[in-house]
């Protein structure tokens, strides 16, 4: 059974926009989560984590926001730039370490 | 820091055939590497977790006698696929981990390989 769901396939934005990814998880013994960007034929790449006792983290154009209490979260990204079209896909971990995965939503930026 | 490889990128092979797959952590010890598989269109799905030295601790659903994970050093880590058939074509993605910032071990992904079975 799939314990992070990204319920949106794919999201297109206007450079310059705002880009709203969300991210929703079941297992509520999950504490660390991350978000990777991926493109074709690549591995991911790690872009922002946070921690469970956190309900924001911020590095630069990417803000991550936690709702522990509605086992969510969400990755924005303003503005958005071309360079950031590519597959994001937010991660879930517990105390062993171990990441799952949600689908993934693909990102295109419009120029 | 933190570079992870993966060898061969690519390979097609024939079905019966076995394929290993390397996975190296080029600039840092990892305690542990992980293997994931990804279908087209759809999320990594953890295959296994090796630790140097140990054996492989498989995720419920993969069979470990056709998935061969030898874990031989703490910067290298091979996957043996085993008398590989078509549906084992996938895109396979190794990472390494070390512990990083308030104790959450950091996972780095190699740039995967993507295995096709005739």
């Known amino acids: 059974d799939q314990q992070v769901k990204q319920n949106s396939p794919s999201l297109s934005v206007q450079e310059g926009r705002i880009s709203i990814l969300n991210c929703d998880y079941t297992n509520s013994m999950f504490d660390y989560f991350l978000w990777y960007k991926k493109y074709p034929a690549e591995g991911p790449t790690f872009l922002i984590s946070i921690s469970s006792i956190k309900d924001k983290n911020e590095d630069g154009r990417f803000t991550v926001f936690l709702n522990k209490s509605a086992k969510h979260l969400s990755l924005h990204i303003v503005p958005s730039q071309p360079g950031d079209s590519a597959v994001y896909f937010c991660?879930?971990?517990?105390?062993?370490?171990?990441?799952?995965f949600g689908a993934g939503t693909t990102v295109t930026v419009r120029a | 820091g933190a570079v992870v490889s993966q060898h061969p990128s690519w390979v097609i092979c024939k079905s019966g055939t076995s394929v290993k797959i390397e996975c190296r952590s080029l600039?840092?010890?990892?305690?542990?590497m992980f293997w994931y598989r990804q279908f087209p269109k759809q999320s990594l799905m953890l295959m296994a977790t090796s630790n140097e030295g140990s054996k492989a601790t498989y995720e419920q659903g993969v069979e470990k006698d056709k998935f061969l994970i030898n874990h031989a050093s703490l910067t290298l880590s091979t996957l043996t696929v085993t008398s590989a058939h078509p549906e084992d074509s996938s895109f396979y993605i190794c990472s390494a981990s070390r512990p990083g910032l308030a104790g959450f071990n950091e996972q780095f992904f190699g740039p995967g390989t993507r295995l096709t079975v005739l």
């Open positions: 991660a879930a971990s517990g105390n062993d370490y171990k990441l799952s």
């Open positions: 600039d840092f010890q990892a305690t542990t």
